[in-house]
């Protein structure tokens, strides 16, 4: 089984920069494209971001572009999402998943494993 860990989220003002890791124990992450979603309090799970197996290819939610950037390191089996820019509205949980048929789609119930997630809070 498949498991995921996130870490790296915390307090953050609002403009700040935080990395978010997504690691995995007992299985190599070559095989999956791994997700990004988040879920604040009272709304939605949405997705974040994506990376497919490669690493070639990439896509952001239109709220995140061009502050997020996700990224893989196979040689470290994590997935990073480096998050710039910060705003109160991104303060959520983050969530990283994994998908063995490569599918980087934003529809969260295709994800097959799930990490626990890691506490993101933007505010002054």
């Known amino acids: 089984q498949l498991q995921l860990v996130e870490s790296g989220g915390g307090l953050v003002q609002p403009g700040g920069s935080l990395r978010l890791s997504c690691a995995a124990s007992?299985?190599?992450?070559?095989?999956?494209?791994i997700g990004w979603f988040r879920q604040a309090p009272g709304k939605e799970r949405e997705g974040v971001s994506c990376?497919?197996?490669?690493?070639?290819?990439?896509n952001y939610a239109d709220s995140v572009k061009g502050r997020f950037t996700i990224s893989r390191d196979n040689a470290k089996n994590t997935v990073y999402l480096q998050m710039n820019s910060l705003k109160p509205e991104d303060t959520a949980i983050y969530y990283c998943?994994?998908?063995?048929?490569?599918?980087?789609?934003?529809?969260?119930?295709?994800?097959?494993?799930w990490g626990q997630g890691t506490q993101v809070t933007v505010s002054s």
């Open positions: 990376i497919n197996i490669s690493g070639g290819s990439t």
């Open positions: 007992a299985f190599t992450l070559d095989y999956y494209a």
């Open positions: 998943a994994a998908d063995p048929q490569n599918r980087c789609t934003y529809y969260y119930p295709v994800w097959e494993y």
